[in-house]
């Protein structure tokens, strides 16, 4: 699984999550195993202004969730018809204690 988690900081999985898409400088990804972090990738976030690039991207990467405390900016219809899950976190923080949230189920799904 690849869950993709936009941050304001290159620095891993230690980044801090972007409040909103248009704020994250970066996309962290996360590639996960039996809920281990087996790999992390960061890019620079040139898609947020162009919906269809942004969903092309996702599906081409095959990721299959982003996590972000406001989904008001993505194009939510576009990512669930692409089969791509997006969850909300209550507030901005490490990508690292977003993924536990994630694990332990306590993100809304959007």
Do not use: C, W
């Amino acid at each position: 699984m690849r869950i993709v988690f936009p941050t304001t900081e290159n620095m891993s999985y230690m980044s801090h999550s972007a409040s909103d898409i248009n704020e994250a400088k970066y996309l962290t990804v996360l590639d996960i195993q039996n809920q281990d972090i087996v790999g992390v990738e960061t890019i620079k976030n040139y898609f947020a202004s162009n919906n269809e690039d942004f969903v092309q991207t996702f599906k081409e990467n095959q990721y299959e969730a982003i996590v972000i405390p406001q989904s008001a900016s993505l194009p939510l219809n576009e990512l669930k018809n692409a089969g791509i899950n997006v969850y909300t976190d209550s507030q901005s923080q490490l990508v690292l204690s977003a993924f536990n949230d994630f694990l332990n189920q306590k993100l809304a799904l959007a």
